[in-house]
């Protein structure tokens, strides 16, 4: 059964383990400028620095071998510019799609461990 936003209540912690778990983070048209003039350097070079680029794919944040390369000491470094895809976690539409998904990431996100289900009434 699809699960609803509305129904969970959830508190990122920060922990940062959402960024180290394998996968790509796609940047989206202009999510690659925004972060380079975060980190006040040329898109270029953002480029050249940060991204791999996958054929038919798209555009993906480099990763390194403790998660994504933005990681540092446990914390997202450009967590103000950080890409949708990471601002949107566990919203996902997979994610949502079944509580199973959610027992998925609830193995390495402590926040949704802990997330509180609205329990559904019972008519009698």
Do not use: N
């Amino acid at each position: 059964m699809k699960l609803k936003k509305e129904d969970i209540t959830f508190a990122c912690e920060k922990c940062g383990e959402c960024c180290r778990v394998d996968g790509f983070v796609y940047l989206k048209g202009g999510e690659d400028k925004k972060i380079a003039d975060y980190l006040a350097i040329s898109l270029p070079e953002f480029r050249k620095k940060f991204t791999d680029h996958f054929f038919l794919l798209g555009t993906v944040i480099k990763l390194d071998p403790e998660g994504c390369c933005f990681l540092v000491d446990g914390r997202c470094i450009i967590y103000p510019a950080r890409p949708a895809q990471c601002a949107t976690f566990p919203w996902w539409d997979r994610v949502l799609s079944s509580r199973k998904e959610w027992d998925h990431i609830s193995t390495y996100c402590p926040a949704a461990r802990k997330a509180l289900f609205k329990k559904k009434e019972s008519r009698g």
